[in-house]
């Protein structure tokens, strides 16, 4: 079934539909990973966005119950320049053709996704359309100039579970009905360092890991206060990723304010953008962010690179945060972009890049023993 997509910039490239009719819109980013792209369709970071693949074979080990970061898939449609309908692989359950018009989400095959990539490295991540019902390109491309722009807009909740939810046993678990959110909330207390999630776009590999480290996790929604979180008695604060402008994100930035040096803090992703802004820095949007599996960030306490995995389109202003309370961590080797930020004399940080991965590499699984450190708890 034939397809356009058109960039707000005029710029067309014709493809084919493997999972039927539809449309899409959104900004469309590219991804540099070679697998992992049922983590990528899952990771709620991409909500609003069209992803394009650089790696041109996409499908060929299907998709599985395991491999998802959250409870759908995230992305507007899916952009690929070889389809693979026959997947090869034990653990594989469905096609990925199957799982994305099981969910009505658009997917495309056929289309140069290295001159797309190639534009908007130059151009910048735009806005755009995908249809097989509307081909006429001068339609499509005023209809994506049209589309809201990713500045200024908030994703976070959005995608923000609606209920807090307990994570147990690598799984989420819906708390017992009624059941009021304070310190009575916690299993084991005294046995386990207690620590609230803040869910901005929580992906789940990042649940698993604090559970994997010895904490027990409760996730809250995004716009939860901080007198809630304290009526908990947490051990330590968690901040999620999640998609979208941080700027917007108010509530998630003056709850930080109120529990700065209160609890130990560790973001990732958008929760380091929200803890720079608490922090009293600026954030910007990238060209066309960083988004793959092969990012190289340098640790400037230790001096080793480590190759991260990442998904954001937008960075804190290095400039802004000021230099006697705040400090730099880790910095992107691309184009020195902050990856990382440590408060001074308070127990806080956070890092720009997922060290928990899925995909990708898992040299910074280490900031998760880092984040138990700081707990006075067993």
């Known amino acids: 079934m034939q397809a356009l997509l058109a960039l707000e910039d005029g710029r067309t490239f014709p493809c084919r539909s493997f999972t039927g009719p539809g449309e899409a819109s959104g900004e469309v980013v590219f991804n540099t990973s070679m697998t992992g792209y049922q983590e990528v ?42 389809y693979q309908s026959f997947p090869s692989n034990f653990r594989s359950t469905q096609s990925l053709a199957d799982y994305l018009a099981g969910q009505g989400v658009l997917g ?30 001068g339609s499509l491309t005023r209809r994506a100039k049209a589309i809201a722009s990713m500045v200024g807009m908030d994703l976070a909740r959005k995608v923000s579970t609606a209920h807090p939810y307990r994570w147990t046993g690598g799984k989420p678990e819906a708390l017992a009905d009624g059941l009021a959110l304070n310190a009575d909330v ?27 480290v010895g904490f027990e996790v409760v996730v809250v929604p995004a716009a939860t206060e901080a007198s809630a979180i304290m009526a908990m008695a947490p051990d330590g604060l968690f901040l999620s990723n999640g998609p979208g402008d941080p700027e917007p994100v108010v509530y998630g930035v003056q709850t930080v304010k109120d529990l700065l040096g209160r609890l130990p803090i560790f973001g990732i992703c958008l929760g380091n953008q929200i803890l720079g802004l608490a922090l009293g820095g600026r954030t910007y949007k990238l060209k066309f962010g960083h988004r793959g599996t092969n990012q190289p960030v340098k640790n400037l306490a230790t001096g ?14 290095i400039d802004s945060l000021g230099a006697d309370t705040v400090e730099v961590s880790h910095i992107n080797l691309n184009d020195n972009t902050v990856e990382g930020i440590r408060h001074r004399r308070l127990p806080a940080f956070s890092v720009q890049y997922h060290p928990e991965a899925s995909p990708g590499p898992h040299d910074a699984a280490y900031l998760f023993d880092q984040f138990r450190a700081m707990m006075k708890t067993k």
Request: proline residues 3%; glycine residues 8%.
């Open 41 to 82: 369709l899952t990771d709620p970071s991409y909500s609003g966005q069209m992803v394009t693949m650089t790696y041109p074979l996409v499908g060929n080990y299907g998709v599985n119950d395991e491999d998802v970061e959250s409870a759908r898939i995230q992305v507007a449609a899916f952009l690929v320049k070889e």
């Open 304 to 317: 080793k690179v480590e190759i991260t995995s990442q998904n954001h389109g937008f960075a804190v202003d």
């Open 108 to 137: 495309v095959e056929g289309l140069d996704t290295r001159a797309l990539t190639r534009h908007i490295r130059n151009g910048g991540a735009m806005r755009a359309i995908v249809s097989t019902t509307d081909l006429d390109s």
């Open 186 to 212: 916690w299993q084991h207390r005294g046995d386990r360092p207690s620590v609230v999630a803040v869910d901005f776009g929580l992906k789940y590999n990042i649940a698993r890991c604090l559970e994997r």
